[in-house]
Protein backbone atom coordinates (compact mmCIF):
# COMPACT_ATOMS: atom_id res chain seq x y z
CA UNK A 1 0.00 0.00 0.00
CA UNK A 2 1.79 2.70 -1.01
CA UNK A 3 0.10 6.04 0.66
CA UNK A 4 0.98 9.70 0.96
CA UNK A 5 -0.33 11.98 3.36
CA UNK A 6 -0.40 15.90 2.38
CA UNK A 7 -2.05 18.86 3.20
CA UNK A 8 -5.57 19.29 1.13
CA UNK A 9 -5.84 22.00 -1.29
CA UNK A 10 -8.62 24.11 -2.30
CA UNK A 11 -8.98 21.64 -5.75
CA UNK A 12 -9.28 18.56 -3.19
CA UNK A 13 -12.57 20.38 -2.17
CA UNK A 14 -15.09 18.28 -4.26
CA UNK A 15 -13.03 14.98 -3.78
CA UNK A 16 -13.46 15.23 -0.26
CA UNK A 17 -17.01 16.45 -0.25
CA UNK A 18 -17.62 13.42 -2.20
CA UNK A 19 -16.18 11.13 0.57
CA UNK A 20 -17.95 12.85 3.35
CA UNK A 21 -21.50 12.44 1.76
CA UNK A 22 -20.75 8.49 0.69
CA UNK A 23 -20.00 8.15 5.11
CA UNK A 24 -23.31 10.59 5.48
CA UNK A 25 -20.77 13.22 7.39
CA UNK A 26 -21.66 16.85 7.35
CA UNK A 27 -19.49 19.01 4.69
CA UNK A 28 -20.68 22.30 6.17
CA UNK A 29 -17.81 24.28 7.00
CA UNK A 30 -15.14 22.25 5.10
CA UNK A 31 -14.58 24.74 2.00
CA UNK A 32 -13.71 27.08 4.85
CA UNK A 33 -11.12 25.25 6.58
CA UNK A 34 -9.76 22.95 4.18
CA UNK A 35 -6.23 24.67 4.36
CA UNK A 36 -6.25 22.39 7.89
CA UNK A 37 -7.58 19.06 6.24
CA UNK A 38 -5.26 16.26 5.30
CA UNK A 39 -5.65 14.06 2.57
CA UNK A 40 -4.00 10.45 2.05
CA UNK A 41 -3.82 8.87 -1.68
CA UNK A 42 -2.81 6.36 -3.23
CA UNK A 43 -2.18 5.61 -6.82
CA UNK A 44 -5.80 6.00 -8.12
CA UNK A 45 -5.65 9.64 -5.89
CA UNK A 46 -7.39 10.63 -2.66
CA UNK A 47 -8.91 7.60 -0.33
CA UNK A 48 -9.15 9.27 2.91
CA UNK A 49 -9.48 12.77 4.61
CA UNK A 50 -9.32 14.28 8.12
CA UNK A 51 -10.04 18.09 9.16
CA UNK A 52 -9.39 20.43 12.02
CA UNK A 53 -10.61 23.63 12.57
CA UNK A 54 -8.30 26.09 14.87
CA UNK A 55 -10.51 28.05 17.24
CA UNK A 56 -7.75 29.80 19.50
CA UNK A 57 -5.90 26.90 20.79
CA UNK A 58 -8.86 24.37 20.32
CA UNK A 59 -8.78 22.51 18.14
CA UNK A 60 -11.87 20.68 16.24
CA UNK A 61 -11.55 17.17 14.84
CA UNK A 62 -13.96 16.88 11.84
CA UNK A 63 -14.35 14.63 9.00
CA UNK A 64 -12.18 11.47 9.78
CA UNK A 65 -13.52 9.30 6.88
CA UNK A 66 -11.80 7.26 4.76
CA UNK A 67 -13.06 5.31 1.24
CA UNK A 68 -15.13 2.21 2.41
CA UNK A 69 -13.26 -0.26 0.64
CA UNK A 70 -9.96 1.14 2.11
CA UNK A 71 -11.30 1.09 5.86
CA UNK A 72 -9.74 -1.09 8.68
CA UNK A 73 -6.40 -0.78 6.82
CA UNK A 74 -4.50 1.80 8.81
CA UNK A 75 -5.49 4.61 6.79
CA UNK A 76 -7.44 6.11 9.46
CA UNK A 77 -4.91 6.03 12.15
CA UNK A 78 -2.20 7.42 9.89
CA UNK A 79 -4.53 10.28 9.10
CA UNK A 80 -5.05 10.99 12.83
CA UNK A 81 -1.19 10.74 13.45
CA UNK A 82 -0.46 13.20 11.47
CA UNK A 83 -3.10 15.56 12.02
CA UNK A 84 -2.09 15.32 15.79
CA UNK A 85 1.26 15.99 14.63
CA UNK A 86 -0.35 19.21 12.42
CA UNK A 87 -2.37 20.49 15.27
CA UNK A 88 0.83 20.38 17.48
CA UNK A 89 2.42 22.92 15.07
CA UNK A 90 -0.17 25.22 15.49
CA UNK A 91 -0.19 25.42 19.26
CA UNK A 92 -3.44 23.53 19.92
CA UNK A 93 -3.71 22.78 22.72
CA UNK A 94 -7.17 20.64 23.31
CA UNK A 95 -8.87 18.84 20.39
CA UNK A 96 -12.76 18.42 20.17
CA UNK A 97 -14.80 16.01 18.41
CA UNK A 98 -18.55 15.47 17.45
CA UNK A 99 -19.27 12.00 16.53
CA UNK A 100 -22.25 9.71 15.61
CA UNK A 101 -20.46 6.91 14.22
CA UNK A 102 -16.86 6.68 16.15
CA UNK A 103 -16.83 6.96 19.52
CA UNK A 104 -15.26 4.13 20.13
CA UNK A 105 -12.80 4.52 17.50
CA UNK A 106 -11.67 7.76 19.05
CA UNK A 107 -11.90 6.45 22.50
CA UNK A 108 -8.77 4.10 21.38
CA UNK A 109 -7.16 7.27 20.59
CA UNK A 110 -7.28 9.02 24.16
CA UNK A 111 -10.43 11.15 23.67
CA UNK A 112 -12.56 11.17 26.53
CA UNK A 113 -16.61 11.82 26.86
CA UNK A 114 -17.28 15.25 27.40
CA UNK A 115 -21.13 17.06 28.07
CA UNK A 116 -21.55 18.84 24.81
CA UNK A 117 -23.03 21.96 26.88
CA UNK A 118 -19.70 22.45 28.41
CA UNK A 119 -17.69 23.45 25.44
CA UNK A 120 -17.78 27.25 25.17
CA UNK A 121 -15.60 29.95 23.27
CA UNK A 122 -15.56 30.58 19.53
CA UNK A 123 -15.45 26.62 18.74
CA UNK A 124 -19.41 27.05 19.02
CA UNK A 125 -19.29 29.35 15.87
CA UNK A 126 -18.52 26.01 13.77
CA UNK A 127 -20.61 24.74 11.77
CA UNK A 128 -20.87 21.24 13.47
CA UNK A 129 -21.90 23.05 17.05
CA UNK A 130 -23.87 25.14 15.09
CA UNK A 131 -26.14 22.41 13.91
CA UNK A 132 -24.39 20.26 11.36
CA UNK A 133 -24.05 17.60 14.09
CA UNK A 134 -27.19 16.78 16.06
CA UNK A 135 -26.83 17.91 19.76
CA UNK A 136 -27.24 14.18 21.36
CA UNK A 137 -23.68 13.40 18.84
CA UNK A 138 -21.06 12.37 21.16
CA UNK A 139 -18.88 15.30 22.33
CA UNK A 140 -14.86 14.15 23.19
CA UNK A 141 -11.90 15.75 23.99
CA UNK A 142 -8.79 15.34 23.94
CA UNK A 143 -5.86 17.77 26.01
CA UNK A 144 -2.41 18.14 24.06
CA UNK A 145 -0.59 20.18 26.66
CA UNK A 146 -1.87 21.00 29.91
CA UNK A 147 -2.34 24.65 31.11
CA UNK A 148 0.63 26.15 32.62
C1 LIG B 1 -13.71 5.95 11.27
C2 LIG B 1 -12.71 5.75 10.13
C3 LIG B 1 -12.16 7.10 9.68
C4 LIG B 1 -11.54 4.90 10.69
O1 LIG B 1 -10.58 4.71 9.68
P1 LIG B 1 -10.08 3.24 9.28
O2 LIG B 1 -8.94 3.40 8.34
O3 LIG B 1 -11.24 2.43 8.84
O4 LIG B 1 -9.60 2.67 10.70
P2 LIG B 1 -8.15 2.13 11.14
O5 LIG B 1 -7.71 1.14 10.14
O6 LIG B 1 -7.29 3.27 11.45
O7 LIG B 1 -8.50 1.43 12.53
C5 LIG B 1 -9.12 0.18 12.52
C6 LIG B 1 -9.64 -0.14 13.91
O8 LIG B 1 -10.65 0.81 14.25
C7 LIG B 1 -11.90 0.14 14.40
N1 LIG B 1 -12.91 1.01 13.81
C8 LIG B 1 -13.00 1.44 12.54
N2 LIG B 1 -14.06 2.26 12.41
C9 LIG B 1 -14.65 2.32 13.63
C10 LIG B 1 -15.80 3.00 14.13
N3 LIG B 1 -16.56 3.77 13.35
N4 LIG B 1 -16.10 2.86 15.45
C11 LIG B 1 -15.35 2.09 16.25
N5 LIG B 1 -14.25 1.41 15.82
C12 LIG B 1 -13.90 1.54 14.53
C13 LIG B 1 -11.75 -1.16 13.64
O9 LIG B 1 -12.63 -2.14 14.11
C14 LIG B 1 -10.30 -1.49 13.93
O10 LIG B 1 -10.17 -1.99 15.24
P3 LIG B 1 -8.95 -2.99 15.65
O11 LIG B 1 -7.68 -2.23 15.43
O12 LIG B 1 -9.24 -3.27 17.10
O13 LIG B 1 -9.09 -4.15 14.73
C15 LIG B 1 -13.33 5.01 8.93
O14 LIG B 1 -13.76 3.74 9.33
C16 LIG B 1 -14.50 5.73 8.28
O15 LIG B 1 -14.32 6.49 7.34
N6 LIG B 1 -15.73 5.48 8.77
C17 LIG B 1 -16.93 6.10 8.18
C18 LIG B 1 -16.98 7.57 8.47
C19 LIG B 1 -16.98 7.88 9.95
O16 LIG B 1 -17.79 7.33 10.71
N7 LIG B 1 -16.09 8.79 10.38
C20 LIG B 1 -16.01 9.26 11.74
C21 LIG B 1 -16.47 10.68 11.80
S1 LIG B 1 -16.21 11.39 13.41
Keep these: MNLNVRKAVEADYDTVARLLES ?11 ISNFLVVENSNGIVGAIGLEVYDDVGLLRSAVVDASMQNKGVGSLLYENLLRHAKTLGVRRLILLTNTAEKYFEKKGFRRIDQNSVT ?10 GACPSHAACMELILKEDE
Design 23 to 33: ASLPTLGVADH
Design 121 to 130: GPIRQSAEFS
